[in-house]
């Protein structure tokens, strides 16, 4: 391993803060969204918030080298736009100073899921102007923390956003407006990539995406050539924009045929080829097994993220995999081939930002938490990208999902991933007493001897 390799560990502003509407912050879509019954909802999360010392703390003891966490816009600038809330800025200015004083680099993601309620009202991503919202929000970021922040990460899972959504996979808005705003997210990236290089920060920006390489389910050609439309769609639209500066092909061939391609505004074309990114920063939790679909069959895939789109590709679960408990696939090795896949594209150096599994854990009488099954996910892991690294792969740091426990995305408190336990469960509070897990240790142990 490097030096300098940056031995991480993630979290997201919405998921550990807490404190969704204190000191001013406004809401976000995360405070609004409609939470399933028999989970709990964002507002007092792992209290981090208030507990952002002690738990900073704990990730110098873990020997972090590196934490990638996001900024809350809406804590920022609680209506999206405008006013300023000196508070917010106060906070991440103490986040960022304390994790400098603890020797860790902190990486900021400036969005990850939590668009301003505010703009979400005034059409959110479906407006231009959310756009220029989003460009004014990375200045002030940039003008207020651009010489102590060398990792920019402009956008997390945009392709999840627009992919897996609930409200696409549904119906309710059609495929046609979400490619649209996801073509106003990637002007609004380039954008911001452009405007941190005329900066000339002392640092570095990439896009964010969850990237995983689809297998076509059979050597039949049909199944060969659905994985490579699944691919052009669900990984490489994503990031030949912010390398190549256009476009891919293949995806864009996709969208003219389903009549659901993106309307360019004059110039879009011009914007899209200046920002290009310094690194791909990506998440990766599992692969994906594509079929040929011909005749629309449902999917049946148990990934994190599977979709299907009638004639052209459906998910199907692999035969060949593990499931965790929740039911996603375990594949360690395409994470490995993954790599390869990103590195020959692109040569850009990689940052992984998100892996990990996510289980229930439960603290023995004298406090342990043997959580064995994730020490195995992660070594596997760890090994496949050393192996990759070995093979030629640049890889500039490892960020597991999570740092800390904190509020799953879609199944609340029960379903853990950090390398430390948080005592809340999901609606009794109790005391958010912080307790090391086994995999505390041992990941304490593979940053300093930087092997599995
Ligand atoms: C990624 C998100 C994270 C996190 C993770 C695990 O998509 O970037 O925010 O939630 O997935 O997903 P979940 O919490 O649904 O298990």
């Known amino acids: 391993m490097p030096e300098d390799f940056l031995w991480g560990a993630s979290t997201s502003a919405y998921q550990v803060e807490g404190a969704s509407l204190t000191d001013g912050k406004g809401p976000s879509v995360q405070d609004k969204k409609k939470i399933p019954e028999n989970t709990t909802d964002f507002s007092v999360a792992i209290d981090h918030y208030h507990r952002f010392r002690e738990d900073i703390a704990l990730f110098k003891e873990l020997g972090l080298k590196a934490y990638r966490f996001s900024i809350a816009w809406s804590r920022v600038l609680p209506t999206g736009k405008g006013e300023v809330n000196p508070a917010g800025l106060a906070f991440y200015q103490e986040v960022i100073d304390e994790c400098l004083k603890a020797g860790i680099e902190p990486i900021v993601t400036m969005y990850h899921f939590d668009l301003p309620y505010a703009l979400e009202q005034t059409g959110g991503w479906n407006n231009r102007q959310t756009i220029e919202a989003f460009v004014d929000y990375a200045q002030l970021l940039f003008d207020t923390f651009g010489t102590q922040i060398k990792y920019w990460l402009t956008i997390n899972e945009q392709n999840m956003m627009v992919l897996a959504n609930e409200t696409v996979q549904s119906g309710k808005k059609s495929l046609k407006q979400s490619f649209q705003e996801n073509h106003h997210m990637l002007i609004a990236q380039a954008k911001v990539i452009k405007k941190y290089h005329e900066g000339k920060y002392a640092g570095q920006i990439g896009p964010a995406p969850n990237i995983a390489y689809g297998y076509p389910a059979s050597s039949a050609p049909e199944d060969i050539l659905a994985a490579q439309w699944f691919n052009s769609l669900r990984n490489w639209l994503f990031l030949d924009i912010p390398v190549y500066g256009q476009y891919n092909p293949q995806a864009m061939n996709f969208l003219q045929t389903l009549h659901i391609q993106p309307e360019f505004a004059k110039g879009d074309s011009e914007i899209l080829a200046e920002g290009i990114c310094d690194f791909i920063a990506f998440n990766y939790y599992n692969s994906n ?104 792969v640049e890889v500039i740091g490892y960020c597991p999902w999570s740092a800390i426990d904190l509020i799953s995305t879609h199944e609340g408190m029960e379903k853990r991933y950090g390398f430390i336990y948080v005592n809340r469960e999901e609606f009794d509070l109790k005391d958010f007493k912080r307790l090391k897990k086994d995999s505390f240790y041992w990941y304490q142990k593979v940053i300093q001897q930087g092997e599995v």
């Open 289 to 392: 097994t594509v079929a040929e679909n011909k005749l629309n069959q449902q999917t049946q895939s148990a990934s994190q993220s599977a979709f299907e789109v009638p004639y052209f590709f459906k998910a199907v679960a692999n035969p060949h995999l593990q499931k965790t408990e929740f039911g996603w696939e375990i594949d360690p090795i395409s994470f490995r081939i993954t790599l390869h896949e990103l590195y020959n594209r692109y040569r850009k150096p990689l940052l992984i930002n998100e892996n990990g599994i996510g289980g229930r854990d439960e603290p023995t009488e004298d406090g342990a938490i043997h959580d064995n099954y994730r020490i195995d996910y992660l070594a596997k892991h760890i090994k496949e990208m050393t192996q990759a690294m070995n093979e030629g």
